[in-house]
Structure formats: structure tokens, C-alpha cells
């Protein structure tokens, strides 16, 4: 069973950063596609970024692009986000998500984290 623990959320004021992780166990860590959703208040839950096995390739949504970062440390089965320049539309639950399935980037796959809340004031 595919277990997914997010943490590193809290508030923070517009322009600053912070870095989310999130820790898998259950699973062959490097086998997984790794991602990152999230849910702001009223809207679907949308996509934000995803690394690759190796952590060769990324992928990012339009909105983060140039300010998120997604990586990964297969030796620690963890995956991370650090977020720079963060703006109040920021605001939202991050869910870190995966799937042992070939998907596009931007499918969620069928294994998901509790979520960690993230703040921006501005």
C-alpha cells in the first residue's frame, strides 16, 4: 500500500518561500512518477508539477513555472517542493500524488497524500 505524507506548509507572507515534502513508503520509491496538486477554497484541484523517475525531467504548470521547484531524493523516497516568490493565489492545500501507470504529467495518478496547508498573505 502506497502511503504519501506531506509536511512543510504553514503561512507566509507574499514574496516568501517554502519548501514542502513529501515522504512515500509502501512502494519502490524510484519506480513512481512523483507530483504535486493543489486545492485553493471553491476551485478544483489542479496541477502544479511532476518529476520523473530519475528526476530528469520536469514539469510544471504555467502559473508556478520560474517560481516552483520539484525534485527528488530516491535515496530518501521523498520528493520536494520549494516554492519562491509566493503570491496570495498560491494559497491552497498541496497534495503530493503518484501512480505506478505511465500517465501525462498532468493526470493525477490514484495514490494521494493527506495535503499540507499553505498561506500566502499579502
Known amino acids: 500500500q502506497v502511503q504519501l505524507v506531506e509536511s512543510g506548509g504553514g503561512l507566509v507572507q507574499a514574496g516568501g518561500s517554502l519548501r514542502l515534502s513529501c515522504a512515500a513508503s509502501?512502494?519502490?520509491?524510484?519506480?513512481?512518477?512523483m507530483k504535486w496538486f493543489r486545492q485553493a477554497p471553491g476551485k478544483e484541484r489542479e496541477f502544479v508539477a511532476a518529476?520523473?523517475?530519475?528526476?530528469?525531467?520536469?514539469y510544471y504548470a504555467d502559473s508556478v513555472k520560474g517560481r516552483f521547484t520539484i525534485s527528488r531524493d530516491n535515496a530518501k523516497s521523498t520528493v520536494y517542493l520549494q516554492m519562491n516568490s509566493l503570491k496570495p493565489e498560491d494559497t491552497a492545500v498541496y497534495y503530493c500524488?503518484?501512480?505506478?501507470?505511465?500517465?501525462?504529467?498532468?493526470?493525477?495518478?490514484?495514490?494521494w497524500g493527506q495535503g499540507t496547508q499553505v498561506t500566502v498573505s499579502s
Open positions: 518529476i520523473s523517475r530519475s528526476g530528469g525531467s520536469t
Open positions: 509502501g512502494h519502490s520509491f524510484s519506480n513512481y512518477v
Open positions: 500524488n503518484t501512480d505506478l501507470r505511465s500517465l501525462s504529467p498532468a493526470i493525477p495518478g490514484s495514490y
